[in-house]
C-alpha cells in the first residue's frame, strides 16, 4: 500500500511533500534487462552528473574489473541482487521501501548492503525476517500480536530481549496459581534482575520523550489550524488529517508509557 501496489482497505494514504518513495520488490532481481552488461545496466540507470561514479558504486556493491562487462543474463541470484539494489541506490529517492533484501545474498553480500543502508540519509522501511541483518540497522519494530499491530521503539536486538523476558514471566504465571511478579522471579541481587530493571528504564524514558515529541507536534498543528484563513487553504484537509493521526500515536504512546511505568513498579529501588 505505501509503494502503491496495492490501494488500502480501509481509509487514504497520505503522502507528505517531496516524498520519492524506491521500492525493492522480492523479486527485484528478476526485473533486469539480461541483454545489458552490469556496467551498461547501471549506467542506463544512472543520471547524467551519477555517471562518473558509476563504476565506484559497481564496486561498492562488489562487482570490479571484468565483472562490471558481464551479461545480466548470466549472473547468479546473489550477483542479480546486489546489481538490483545498486540501481535503487542510483536514484534520488528519500524513502526507501526493502522487502526481504537479503533473500539471495551472501554473508559478504549482505554486509555490503547493511553499511550502504547504515550511510544512507533518508528514511528505511524494512521487511525482514534477517535479525543480524536488522540489528543495529533499525530504530523501530512493527509486530503483530494479538491481531494487532504493536509498535515497539528500538532495535531488534532489544526488541528480542524484551519478549524473551516476557515469555520467562508468562511461563512462571502459568506454572504458579497466582500472580507471580518479576521481583518474585528473579531477586535485586541477580544480574538478570539488574538488567531487567535496566530495560524497563531505558523502555520508560523511550517512550516519555515519544509522548513529549507527539504532543509538540500537535501544538503546532493546533497553531497552524488556529491561523485565519487555514480552511480555506488547500494543505488543509492533509494538515488535519495528520492532526487526527498524532492523536492516535500518542494515545498508542501515551498507552505504551503507562504500560512502561506499571513495570516500573516491578522493580523497587
Known sequence: ??????????????????????????????????KKTVLGSLEDEA???MRPQV?????????????VEKKVSVLSGGERARLALAEL???????????????????AAKEVLKKSLLAYDGTL???????????????????FKDGAIQLFLGDIDEFLRQQAL????LLAQRSNSGKVKT???LTPQSPEWQEARKKAKKDLQRWEKEVEHLEGSLRNLEKLMAEPGFYDRPESASKMES?????????????EWEQCVERMSDFPD
Open 89 to 107: 541506490m542510483l536514484a534520488p529517492i528519500n524513502l526507501l521501501v526493502l522487502d526481504e533484501p537479503t533473500n539471495h545474498l551472501d554473508m
Open 55 to 67: 563504476r565506484k558504486i559497481l564496486g561498492t556493491f562488489l562487482f570490479s574489473g571484468e565483472d
Open 125 to 143: 522501511l524494512v521487511v525482514s525476517h534477517d535479525r543480524d541483518f536488522l540489528a543495529g540497522l533499525c530504530d523501530k519494530i512493527y509486530y
Open 166 to 169: 516476557t515469555d520467562e514471566r
Open 243 to 255: 492532526y487526527q493521526k498524532l492523536k492516535q500515536s500518542l494515545s498508542l504512546a501515551e498507552e
Open 183 to 185: 521481583d518474585d522471579l
Open 47 to 49: 543520471g547524467p552528473e
Open 1 to 34: 500500500m505505501v509503494t502503491r501496489q496495492l490501494p488500502p482497505d480501509d481509509g487514504v494514504i497520505a503522502e507528505a511533500h517531496q516524498v520519492h518513495i524506491g521500492f525493492y520488490a522480492q523479486d527485484q532481481s528478476e526485473r533486469l534487462d539480461g
